[in-house]
Nanobody
Framework: QVQLVETGGGLVQAGGSLRLSCAASGRTLSRYTVGWFRQTPGKEREFVAAIFRSGNNAYYKDSVKGRFTISRDNAKNTVYLQMNSLKPEDTAVYYC???????????????????WGQGTQVTVSS
């Protein structure tokens, strides 16, 4: 079983940047596909980005394409989400999730992931 811990959230002005980290313990994260999701109060958790085990294929929510980049450093057992040109609507709790067997068509479904971190708050002020 893999344990995930997100760090890097905080308060930033619109147009600024943050880099979130998702560090794994217990298992080698390179075996897992990893996704980033976000959630605001009263709303369902929504897909942001995902990266397959190889690290060669990444997928993004349309509204973050060109601004966010997901990457992985398997040597550090960590996946990152670099967020640039942040907007107030990006404000949310951000979660990373991992799964061993997820398929492409399920990447955007939070119910398809078996392992989750505790989340990190990102607040973008206008």
């Amino acid at each position: 079983q893999v344990q995930l811990v997100e760090t890097g959230g905080g308060l930033v002005q619109a147009g600024g940047s943050l880099r979130l980290s998702c560090a794994a313990s217990g298992r080698t994260l390179s075996r897992y596909t990893v996704g980033w999701f976000r959630q605001t109060p009263g709303k369902e958790r929504e897909f942001v980005a995902a990266i397959f085990r190889s690290g060669n294929n990444a997928y993004y929510k349309d509204s973050v394409k060109g601004r966010f980049t997901i990457s992985r450093d398997n040597a550090k057992n960590t996946v990152y989400l670099q967020m640039n040109s942040l907007k107030p609507e990006d404000t949310a709790v951000y979660y990373c999730a991992a799964d061993l067997t997820i398929i492409l068509s399920s990447l955007g479904r939070h119910t398809a992931y078996d392992y989750w971190g505790q989340g990190t708050q990102v607040t973008v002020s206008s």
